[in-house]
């Protein structure tokens, strides 16, 4: 479904993992301006301030708002929910809310919602997913015996989609038969935390220095 023909205005929204309605109110108006061009930061105001310039930029616009890996970890989260909420009551009834979340929780504390569980790959479509981030297009080796070993990372893997695309990525640099098959003997591969540990390990140590640097920003700063 193309959103652009039934909305008036489309907005991706990630949503930080203590949720405040200030926050998520204040990444919707900073979206709305830089769809309208160059914008600096819009700065931190009170919540009724934020939300008479939501009501500036929207109207009674009829938003599709994503609100992107959604928690409910914050104590108050009802008070911060119903007042994000109202925030919206200027927008068209028509508006729709698309929440992504890994929480089983979320549908029941936010509101009713028509919940929408995605299942697991099959293993032969993981495995192709797997490939995809593993294998270059213009590599001249033979695939079949690369594909071989990848089925058995990939089984590992357990259809996590972010651990196949991080191990993947990290295989595509080297096309190494041998090291592809010592990666597939490891037993943590499901676990997609060890992955990313794994990925990072095989980094460059001058990159080593570069994460440690984007660890003082929070999370998403660079979107």
Known sequence: MDGKKHFDLCLW??????????????????????KEGPSNNYPFTPLEALSTELRRLSGSKKLLLVL??????????????DKFIGCLSSCSPETRILLTTQSNNVS????????????ELEEGQFSEL????????????????????GKKIAVKLKG?????????????????LDHWKKVAEKDWLGDDMKARIWSYQQLPQHLHRCF????LFPKRSFD
């Open 108 to 119: 029941q504390l936010a509101m009713k919602v028509e919940v929408h569980v995605l299942k």
């Open 212 to 215: 440690a640097i984007c660890s």
């Open 13 to 34: 929204v990630y949503v930080p993992r203590n949720f405040k309605a200030t926050d998520v109110i204040k990444n919707m108006i900073e979206t709305i301006k830089a």
């Open 130 to 149: 797997f490939m995809h981030h593993a294998w270059p297009s213009n590599s001249h080796l033979r695939k079949e015996e690369f594909e071989k070993v």
């Open 68 to 81: 992107d890996d959604f928690w409910s970890d914050t104590k108050d989260f009802d008070n911060q929910w």
């Open 160 to 176: 996590d989609p972010g651990a196949a695309k991080l191990v993947g990525r990290q295989l595509r640099v080297e096309l190494d």
